[in-house]
């Protein structure tokens, strides 16, 4: 338990300091963490709710974020070149990144051309009917996205690899909060970048 939780902080430590330069993506992170613990709770009430607010809101605001406001030039904190990073990461890497949000971008165009979803869902009419498909969708997107990356890093690297790091994207709402609550303070002050980012140890 120890050794998981050690290689836990690592995958956090090293998705902090490598992609979370940015007060912009850090106060968008924050945004997106707030709606996924809202849509955790929402799961329990409305799966399908919970899917479209987690899409619609908390994914959008945390990629946004990586896409347009992370710097993606050298850096020198790090000692690390963008290519270098985007090589190393254990996650979702902007390459893989694209195809997902492409995918989620997808649903609701193929949904509103072919109601069955090439006949894996049930018709509806009505708009509401629409909306509550393209949010089940995006559920089952969400779900599969996770298990296809735990099972590839399975795969590439070790169980215990890919155990860590779906135990960190399920936990990283909670995490960013805590990391995090202080970054729209900062941007109002006129901080673009965090000045002690990289400070600290890989522990």
Known sequence: MNDFLRNLQIQR?????YYHHSRINQSLHLVSAISFVIAYVLLFIDPVIAALLGWGVSMTSRQAGHFFFEPKGYDEVNRASHEYK?????GYNLRRKVVLMALWAAVPVVLWWDRTLFG??????GLEGYVRQVGLAWLVLGAGGLLFRTIHLFLLKDVKTGLVWMVKILTDPFHDIKLYHRAPLHLLRGELIDPAHGAGHRA
């Open 13 to 17: 430590w090293d998705d902090h300091r």
């Open 86 to 90: 985007e090589e190393i990461k254990v």
């Open 120 to 125: 894996l869902m049930d018709p509806t009419s």
